[in-house]
T-cell receptor
Framework: SQQGEEDPQALSIQEGENATMNCSYK?????LQWYRQNSGRGLVHLIL?????REKHSGRLRVTLDTSKKSSSLLITASRAADTASYFC?????????????FGQGTILTVHP | DGGITQSPKYLFRKEGQNVTLSCEQN?????MYWYRQDPGQGLRLIYY???????QKGDIAEGYSVSREKKESFPLTVTSAQKNPTAFYLC????????????????FGPGTRLLVL
């Protein structure tokens, strides 16, 4: 079953604007990860946040995690046309054997030049 | 140049035919995974393997089989029992939990698109 639910399903913005994507999950987690997928390609890992962390930054990416609400958000600042892709959250359930991630259905981001 | 390779890029299956998708990694990762992705959907786990000669069913294993005879290789066979095989198949690998590298981050191959004739 898909634990992660992402919102919105699609997001269209202009270059230079910020993009925010949200992910909700149902059970306790060990960590939450965000991946990016360009059309017809494999996924690329962006950032990982552990259950005891609240916020993490990597370049233009900022991820927050609220375990009380079982939700996370990914913020891409100053977006570029090259950021156009699908973005997926994935959770590693608490107590799970390593690596068995559960993926959400993704947010399709389109950045117009 | 380290990474994960998948072949072929496109694969066509006839009715009643078994087909095998290749996945090779030179990252020295213990764990490997197979996912299925349908249009506009997320990834669903088919099978995963934490170590050579061992593998576990994921959420949608019916109609698929795997083997893990070597650390570097994790081929997936789509059998004739899989009635709706048309999808994009992704292979991934990861470091073992507790390792020095970023734990549980998965590294993905470029994918194989399977189509039914």
């Amino acid at each position: 079953s898909q634990q992660g639910e992402e919102d919105p399903q699609a997001l269209s913005i202009q270059e230079g604007e910020n993009a925010t994507m949200n992910c909700s999950y149902k059970t306790s987690i060990n960590n939450l990860q965000w991946y990016r997928q360009n059309s017809g390609r494999g996924l690329v890992h962006l950032i990982l946040i552990r259950s005891n962390e609240r916020e993490k930054h990597s370049g233009r990416l900022r991820v927050t995690l609220d375990t009380s609400k079982k939700s996370s958000s990914l913020l891409i600042t100053a977006s570029r046309a090259a950021d156009t892709a699908s973005y997926f959250c994935a959770t590693l359930a608490g107590g799970t054997s390593y690596g068995k991630l559960t993926f959400g259905q993704g947010t399709i981001l389109t950045v117009h030049p | 140049d380290g990474g994960i390779t998948q072949s072929p890029k496109y694969l066509f299956r006839k009715e009643g035919q078994n087909v095998t998708l290749s996945c090779e990694q030179n990252l020295n990762h213990d764990a490997m995974y197979w996912y299925r992705q349908d249009p506009g959907q997320g990834l669903r786990l088919i099978y995963y393997s934490q170590i050579v000669n061992d593998f576990q069913k994921g959420d949608i294993a019916e109609g698929y089989s795997v083997s893990r005879e070597k650390k570097e290789s994790f081929p997936l066979t789509v059998t004739s029992a899989q009635k709706n095989p048309t999808a994009f198949y992704l292979c991934a690998s990861s470091t073992p939990f507790g390792g020095r590298a970023l734990q549980d981050t998965q590294y993905f191959g470029p994918g194989t698109r399977l189509l039914v004739l």
